[in-house]
């Protein structure tokens, strides 16, 4: 039988220099990946320290109707889960970095969550699983 997985998720951006800031300084990501394509295209792959899951690819927004994607590519849902092993460790640093979260920690069937916003206004949950 064939194993698949999700490799990748394109992430709409103005610009790449912000947003791999925002996510390998505020939130601690690694940059794994960054390849000039040329005529100001990069290939630019992050992805949580020790992650396991999906990799973010930032893809700066080309036009008008990428450009208005950008923060709100699921139309105000949470977009996005990050799971922590260390959920207090985690929403300190943040807070520390500057990450604006939405609410305060609570404590869900599935585990201890708060959502928080990326630079662009993308929801995101901090998660640690039950």
């Not at 604006?100 to 901090?126: I, K, M, Q, S």
Request: net charge negative; glycine share 10%.
């Amino acid at each position: 039988m064939t194993q698949n997985s999700m490799m990748l998720v394109t992430l709409v951006v103005d610009q790449y220099d912000r947003a791999k800031a925002f996510y390998c300084n505020s939130l601690g990501f690694d940059c794994l990946e960054e390849v000039d394509l040329g005529e100001g295209k990069r290939w630019l792959v992050v992805d949580p320290s020790g992650g396991h899951g999906a990799r973010l690819l930032l893809a700066k927004a080309e036009g008008e109707v990428q450009a208005a994607a950008i923060g709100n590519q699921t139309g105000g849902r949470v977009a996005f889960f990050l799971q922590t092993d260390d959920f207090e460790r985690d929403h300190r640093a943040f807070i520390a970095a500057g990450v604006t979260f939405l609410e305060t920690p609570r404590h869900a069937p599935y585990g201890t969550v708060a959502v928080f916003e990326d630079l662009y206004g993308n929801r995101w949950d901090l998660l640690q699983p039950a």
